[in-house]
């Protein structure tokens, strides 16, 4: 059974707080953030007030070098807006008293800071709201932080950054993160998309150790039950892909997980 985590009492007897400030105003200090992106680092903020998630974020975020700031709710989300500059919006819809797509509107009605919703509903109709909303894209509860990556890396490359190189190189291996390919030695690998990412992921942190677990959480989603045991599974069949001239590449660290090692 899934454990619920205690949700904040909705303040709903409290004024809904409004956006001070000129528009212009309001805005200038959003777009300053704007040039930080060039380096493939941001300050994201984190608007959550499920727990689990909210670490699932920041631990993640925190790992490729970007910078958090959370709010548990809508009005401390739109408080935040006014006191720091951020890269990017990461706003969940259900939201203890200010709703999610009203906190969205709001912020778009004096920013053009990207925003990327999360939802926990499927229907077409709720993923529209939040586009209408002003969202640049969302993402439907439970997802891994992978697919989070490419979201946020879509989201800049339609606006005219990037999070970092399309192309991800090591000695003679590249992916290819927009097309979605693999090339070693000047041929194709043939991976699927839990081997892509997995790859990707050692390929950001050369000679960094993975455990399983951070393998299963980082790749698979927060949402995930499943045994280690499939991190394995995977890992065997991408060495195999990878064939015998380099399968000293990847090397597993007994008894705790994985790096990769460039030759």
Known sequence: MERQLP?????????VPTVTGSAESIAGSWSAAAGSVSDG????????????????????????GHRTTVAADGEAA?????????????LDVMLPGIDGLTVCRRLRGSSDVPII????????ADRVAGLDAGADDYLTKPFSFAELLARMRAVLRRRGQALEADVLTRGDLSL???????????????????????????????????????????????????AVKVVDVHMSRLRQK????????????????????EE
């Open 78 to 90: 739109l408080r935040l807006a006014q006191e720091q500059t951020f890269d990017l919006v990461i």
């Open 117 to 124: 919703v999360l939802t926990a509903r499927k229907e077409v």
């Open 176 to 226: 290819d993160l927009e097309r979605h390919t693999a090339r070693l030695d000047g041929r194709p690998l043939d991976l699927t998309p839990i081997e892509f990412a997995l790859l990707a992921l050692f390929m950001r942190h050369p000679h960094r150790v993975f455990t399983r677990e951070t393998l299963l959480h980082r790749v698979w989603g927060e949402d995930h039950s499943g």
């Open 242 to 261: 990878i064939g015998e001239d380099h399968r000293g590449m990847i090397r597993t660290i007994y008894g705790i997980g994985y790096e990769l090692r």
């Open 41 to 64: 680092r941001m300050h994201c903020l984190i608007v959550e007030d499920e727990e689990t998630i909210v670490e699932f974020l920041r631990t993640g975020l925190t790992y490729e």
């Open 7 to 15: 949700r904040s009492s909705p303040a709903d007897d409290r004024p």
